[in-house]
């Protein structure tokens, strides 16, 4: 038997305590306490697994992963362990120490998420007042640190028209690169995603704000679209089981970070399992691995090893099946179900991200 290639990167999902309250949050509904969360040992070797397996990169995410007082020491055993590290935060716990020791410790990279650039839309999705000051100013302390930056900026109905003052933004701040992310429709995103979801025409001109600006030159830009606009779906997490693993606070092994909400599935935890054996060997990361397992017209399409038969997660939140079809793909049986999520898009309160 040929075991697949290692995975290139592990996201390490430290904690889902986070101090904001997003309701496009990716992160499951039932958020997991602080209680279930890994301790240090148990990330440790969960990362030296890693390594040893020849992985490459490490993100470490949340919620807030700031939160967590072992980051440190988290960062300078990746960097021991010659693993790429990123931190992917929100900035509102970033001070000039904790700044000073995630460098020394050896920190590649830093990913600092922006609900909006106005004070007053930021604490809208956030939900956390003073959160865009610190922002800020956490920006300042990195672009002085020389770490690399980039700003991330998740895009929705109500922040949309906005982009070309992100892009403006991140000059400002010394950015290296920009995402402008729609959001994507899973977890809390998916609850809210009447309220989110962005029309065709605005999503039109999003598109053309990000050519301007890549027509300038002097930022590197990554652009996600949504799904819900599309007609062939894009290759979810780089196809399942293939490039990424996820881990989750309490030590959960996933092949994407909303994997969860598949019924029916033993999770593996790297607490029972060893990682080599899960990636290599477990039921979850086997199971939408390569292409024996599409159904038809996924199985005869030119694309099914670009695409990788697109999102399981999508599939089973808009069909209830994971192994359907995807529903974004325009040959798909289940198609108009997107038809209908984006016809029936409306206003209603936002449901806010909270345990």
């Known amino acids: 038997m040929t075991l697949p290639a290692p995975p290139m990167s592990l996201l390490a999902e430290l904690t889902h305590r986070c101090p904001l309250s997003c309701p496009y949050c990716s992160n499951p509904l039932e958020l997991e306490r602080k209680a279930l969360e890994m301790n240090t040992a148990g990330w440790r070797n969960t990362l030296e697994q890693a390594a040893e397996m020849g992985v490459l990169q490490v993100h470490f995410s949340g919620g807030e992963p700031m939160a967590r007082p072992d980051l440190v020491e988290l960062v300078a055993l990746a960097r021991d362990l010659n693993l790429y590290s990123n931190l992917i935060t929100s ?16 920190l590649d990279h830093i990913q600092l998420s922006f609900q909006d650039v ?6 809208r999705i956030g939900g956390l007042r003073g959160a865009q000051g610190k922002k800020l100013e956490a920006a300042k302390l990195i672009k002085a640190s020389g770490i690399p930056m980039t700003l991330n900026f998740v895009v929705h109905r109500e922040n949309v028209a906005c982009i070309p003052q992100m892009f403006t933004l991140a000059r400002e701040l010394g950015a290296g690169r920009v995402e402008i992310a729609h959001t994507q429709y899973y977890g809390w995103g998916l609850k809210n995603r009447d309220a989110l979801l962005p029309s065709r025409e605005q999503l039109e001109e999003s598109t053309r704000a990000v050519e301007a600006e890549r027509a300038k030159g002097g930022l590197a830009i990554d652009y996600v679209t949504p799904d819900y606009h599309a007609d062939q779906p894009k290759p979810c997490m780089g196809g399942w089981g293939q490039r990424f693993m996820n881990v989750t606070p309490s030590g959960r092994i996933l ?5 969860e909400i598949i019924p029916n599935v033993t999770f593996p935890n790297v607490r029972d399992m060893p990682l080599a054996d899960i990636w290599n060997h477990s039921e979850l990361f086997s199971m939408f691995r390569g292409t024996d397992w599409m159904p038809e017209p996924c199985r005869s399409c030119d694309r099914k ?3 990788w038969g697109g ?28 038809t209908e999520a984006v016809e029936r898009a409306e206003s209603p309160e936002l449901v806010y991200r909270r345990f």
């Open 91 to 106: 900035g509102v716990l970033m001070n000039a120490a904790n700044l000073d020791a995630l460098e020394k410790a050896g």
């Open 118 to 123: 106005t004070e007053e839309g930021a604490e």
């Open 255 to 259: 092949p994407c970070h909303a994997a």
């Open 305 to 307: 090893e670009i695409d």
């Open 311 to 338: 999102c399981r997660c999508q599939a089973l939140a808009l069909t209830g099946n994971a192994a359907n079809v995807d529903p974004v793909c325009s040959l798909s049986p289940f198609h108009e179900r997107i």
